[in-house]
């Protein structure tokens, strides 16, 4: 199983910070880089509407008091500052972003990183970023998968053009495309199952949040018989997000139980996300504790 580790989106933020993170993932042995994805929060989010907020303090790290650097940028500057780790979205937006410039984007990201990319698609739950960028809340699947296809057009280095309910356009070539080529690999990144069985045919994973062995085992079922049905044939990874007790004073048992649990549930993919410090002193020690977890199991 592959090991990633999350960016330190919301720590101190500089080149010479991030260099240190991503030379001390490297030198621990883990696989892969990951950032999530949001551009604007209200000023206050409430605590009921996150779906998961079950175990996090109180001062977590997703809501207004602290920053969040874009992810798009800050995963470019990891795969700049990395030689060969895995660089994942975990997960994107892209209902908030026009698929055209984003397709160029990412296209750009894979070719200059060799192929290292693995795109994490979502649909989010913030309402309120979705209505500060003027896209419906209730329109988010509807969009994502018109995008995919967009996107996946793009990536094929032809003239394309689209028809379609939110995005209409003549045929255009947009170049470079992926090192992956065309299948760039995309990945699902939610645990809502309807979702998934209508994307499972056109993308290359699936990547849920803190999944049980139930979901895994639902979320294959539900993606096999998808595929099956389109006639997908092509490998497909299962992934998954988590957070780890990290700090000094958790238990270690608790992490490599998660690791365990997740290995013994066929995860191909492991990023761990949501247990970074806000200084890279505290950061690298908990690079550090994973490492020591990875090693004892």
């Known amino acids: 199983m592959k090991t990633g580790i999350a960016l330190p989106q919301s720590a101190e933020l500089g080149l010479r910070a991030l260099r240190d993170f991503v030379d001390t993932a490297q030198a621990a042995g883990l696989d892969s880089l990951w950032v999530g994805d949001h551009l604007v929060f209200p000023p206050e989010v409430d605590r009921a509407t996150y779906p998961y907020i ?58 200059l990183s060799g192929g290292r990319l693995i795109v994490g698609i979502g649909v989010g739950w913030l309402r309120q970023e979705y209505q500060a960028l003027g896209v419906p809340f209730e329109e988010r699947v509807e969009r994502l998968v018109e995008q995919l296809e967009i996107m996946r057009l793009m990536w094929t ?37 309807g979702v998934l069985g209508r994307l499972a045919p056109a993308v290359e994973g699936w990547l849920p949040y803190e999944p049980s062995d139930a979901d895994l085992s639902a979320g294959r079922a539900a993606a096999s018989r998808a595929r099956a049905a389109a006639g997908a044939d092509e490998p497909f990874t299962i992934a998954a997000v988590t957070r780890l007790p990290l700090m000094g004073d958790q238990e270690p048992g608790r992490a490599r139980s998660v690791i365990e649990r997740s290995r013994a549930g066929g995860v191909e993919h492991l990023a761990v996300l949501s247990s970074m410090g806000r200084s890279a002193e505290d950061n690298r020690a908990r690079i550090e504790r994973l490492k020591e977890v990875l090693d004892s199991g």
């Open 157 to 193: 280095g032809e003239p394309a053009g689209y028809q379609g309910r939110f995005w209409s356009f003549d045929p255009v070539i947009a170049l470079p495309v992926p090192a992956q080529g065309r299948r760039l690999r995309v990945w699902y990144g939610g645990n809502n199952l």
């Open 54 to 111: 079950e175990g996090m303090h109180s001062g977590a790290h997703l809501f207004s008091d602290r920053q969040w650097s874009e992810s798009i940028v800050t995963l470019t500057a990891g795969g700049a500052l990395s030689e060969a780790m895995e660089l994942g979205f975990g997960v994107l937006l892209p209902a908030l972003r026009n698929p055209l410039i984003l397709a160029k984007q990412l296209a750009t990201m894979d070719a």
